[in-house]
């Protein structure tokens, strides 16, 4: 079931997994592609999965930030963006030394025990916001790019700041379309881009226009404690994830 054909059945599959993804991506503000990548795995070609997520992510960021724009902290992710620039070649070295599976576990270890004290409430607000902020935006580049688990670093800084929800939601879209939009760069520079990707993940744009437009709806009728322990427990499944992919226990 790998064909990128358009009305195919991968093409119905790919469809309502991304409708499915998006609405996660519209409550939450993350967790689009940390979703929708191993729904993909069964369906898809690997090397196609890539591109698609990194295309509808920034889809994704563009319509949230649209209705949310006005609750950017510029302030804050502006250090951010720059830093994470600085953490994706060390992301790309450290691969070289180290097994993926290895830093898996690593990461996803580290990553359950940083989010665990936040969901049972222990919290310590940095007071120099600008430097913390410049290290999260680093550790989710080097993350991102040795691990594609760039997310959590920077959703724990902001719920440790006790940012507002709405700050929250609309500050990660902004920060992962910067992202993202140099993660594309870099991939079509890296020939991973072709016109059947292209057509696919356009076909796929309504799915993932339904989804954030649920998922939005829903995000400004729920409460900010169940906004943040959503937000928390997708990290912890994220690093669970992690142990268990690094581990090799469902291989």
Known sequence: MQSLDVFSLSWVLSFCAVIFAAFIRGVAGFGFALTLAPILLLILNSKSIVAINLLLGAFSSIVILRSNYRNVNLRGIAPMALSSLLGIPLGIWIITIITPSTLKMLVGGVTVVFAIPLALGFTRVFARETVAC????????????STSLGGPPVVL??????????????????YFLFCGVFSLIG??????MNTQVLIFTASLVPAAFIGIGVGLVTFRRIDPRFFRGLSLAIIIGAGILGIISGSGILS
Do not use: V
């Open 134 to 145: 410049s290290i999260s935006g680093f550790l989710s580049g080097f993350l991102d790019a």
């Open 157 to 174: 800084f902001m719920h440790n700041q006790n940012w507002r929800k709405q700050i929250i939601h609309a500050s990660l879209a902004a």
């Open 187 to 192: 991939l079509s520079a890296s020939g991973f």
